[in-house]
């Protein structure tokens, strides 16, 4: 059964910081790369933060860019979102999306979403 398991969310102030967790079982954690989205209320899902399978690539939305981290830990099919300078617009429910390509013709892909972490951000 595959299961992607959000932590870490809650209320901080503005400029404050969390981490967030995105524990993964069911699947082969290391083959799939990680994203973390997050949708606020009344806007479309966005993709926040990108992650290689291996680890060695990353890639923010702009808007994150130079405050927020993307990590993972292939041993323990972790992945982490370090979020530092929190504000107010960042406010939104967090979740992780496991995704690999499969080498067919045409190309298909699998992912997995998780259930969601809420951050609030206010002061």
């Known amino acids: 059964q595959v299961q992607l398991v959000e932590s870490g969310g809650g209320s901080v102030q503005p400029g404050g910081s969390l981490r967030l967790s995105c524990v993964a079982s069911g699947f082969t954690f290391g083959t799939y790369a990680m994203n973390w989205f997050r949708q606020a209320p009344g806007k479309e899902r966005e993709l926040v933060a990108f992650?290689?399978?291996?680890?060695?690539?990353?890639k923010y939305d702009d808007s994150v860019t130079g405050r927020f981290t993307i990590s993972r830990d292939n041993a323990k099919n972790t992945a982490y979102l370090q979020m530092n300078s929190l504000k107010p617009e960042d406010t939104a429910t967090y979740y992780c999306?496991?995704?690999?390509?499969?080498?067919?013709?045409?190309?298909?892909?699998?992912?997995?979403w998780g259930q969601g972490t809420q951050v609030t951000v206010s002061s």
């Open positions: 999306n496991a995704l690999t390509i499969l080498l067919t013709d045409p190309l298909e892909y699998v992912d997995y």
């Open positions: 992650i290689t399978s291996d680890g060695g690539n990353t």
